[in-house]
DNA sequence: AAATTCATTTGACAAAAATCAAAAAGCGCC
DNA sequence: GGCGCTTTTTGATTTTTGTCAAATGAATTT
């Protein structure tokens, strides 16, 4: 069984059939550094979970590069504001270490919550769970200071911080480049 | 019918039997200014629909109230850090304007989500709406200025401005309450 | 209406972070 | 190892925002 089978069954036990549903709408892939998974202004009907390696969910804000998010090893990653919309998406996402990823395809599955009870329920326990997580990071943004904000991700992702970019990091720290790096200078 | 029931339908349509659960899972009230609903240190088991009135959801950084959420009309309030996880939540919540609210007693709707498949849906679908409110004022909170943020509410809530006081609305826009006072001179 | 309390604005100054510019460090490649 | 490229650090300066303190304004009570 694949790792986000794996992932799904603890968040509800599959029964078979559920299993095969989800399996006819996942493809896996490998995908490398740089590549673009989706870009903005179109509509987005996927989403991606992440086996190994990270992907960057990011926008433009003047010219600029600011990344929303950071989808490591167990994670999803998606242009939630057009998946659950089909409005246009404002967000790229793009890889920043090379990554082995199980696509969703969620045309597929949107059309089989009526007949798959548990696909409800498992649609319901990723989307809380993404939910909470975004609550996290928005208590760290609005809460908590810059250099806070680097320890508490040094304390979750230590790894994570060896693999990406300072510009990136610092963009998802909400804090420009040279004051990152003067916060890791100190101490 | 109650306009929660409504708000209910709306997202997905209710059979007789759905609703008669949902009914017995909710209780109106009318709650006053200052008010508490919940506090901080606490497992939070229900969550509310505001029919009428604001409602504040905030907590504590360094002794100062910091905004998370403002409730409106139509929209929902609770401290989901707990209310999906049965720790103990970080999160106040208070009145700011006299409310009518339907308050949910979520264990029930949590062990009938088994039973009642468009409960689970209905849950689903609720939280997909509040992910994605909160990753609207996530957007604002990093990719827009102060100013912007202001004007975005503006045009979003104008009532609100007059009824919610200044350090409430200082704190929810992330800047104090004496700058968001100059924001707002200006011009 | 004066007095008390609470909310908002204004001013002077300090702190934090952004900006601009350049130097230093890392890394792949010939 | 040395060269070119990218990434990170450092320094000087400006801008933004916060802090502290006081003044003004609004609302409520006596």
Redo the contacts between chains.
């Keep these: 069984m694949s790792l986000f089978l794996d992932y799904l069954d603890t968040l509800a036990p599959l029964d078979q059939r559920t299993k095969a549903l989800v399996e006819s709408a996942v493809k896996v892939s490998v995908v490398k550094k740089k590549e673009f998974l989706h870009k903005a202004g179109t509509v987005c009907r996927k989403f991606h979970f992440v086996e190994s390696g990270i992907l960057r969910v990011y ?1 433009y ?1 003047d010219g600029k590069e ?1 990344t ?1 998010w950071f989808a490591f090893e167990g994670m999803t990653a998606s242009c ?2 057009s998946l ?2 089909g409005a246009e998406t ?1 967000y790229y996402i793009d890889v920043v270490e090379d990554a082995k990823i199980h696509t969703v395809h969620y045309d597929i599955i949107e059309r089989s ?1 009526v007949d798959y ?1 548990l696909l ?2 498992l ?2 326990l990723m ?2 769970e ?3 997580l ?6 760290m ?4 200071s810059a250099e806070e904000r680097y320890k508490n991700l040094l304390g979750d992702e230590p790894l994570a911080l060896q693999k990406i970019p300072l510009n990136y990091l610092a963009s998802y720290l ?1 804090v420009t480049q040279e004051t990152l790096s003067r916060i890791r200078g100190k101490k």
Excluded at 134 to 139: A, I, W
Excluded at 141 to 144: C, I
């Design positions: 926008y804000k600011v929303a939630i504001d659950f919309t404002s919550f009870p409800e329920r649609g319901r989307v809380t993404n939910y909470l975004l609550d996290q990071r928005m208590k943004m609005v809460f908590h909400n």
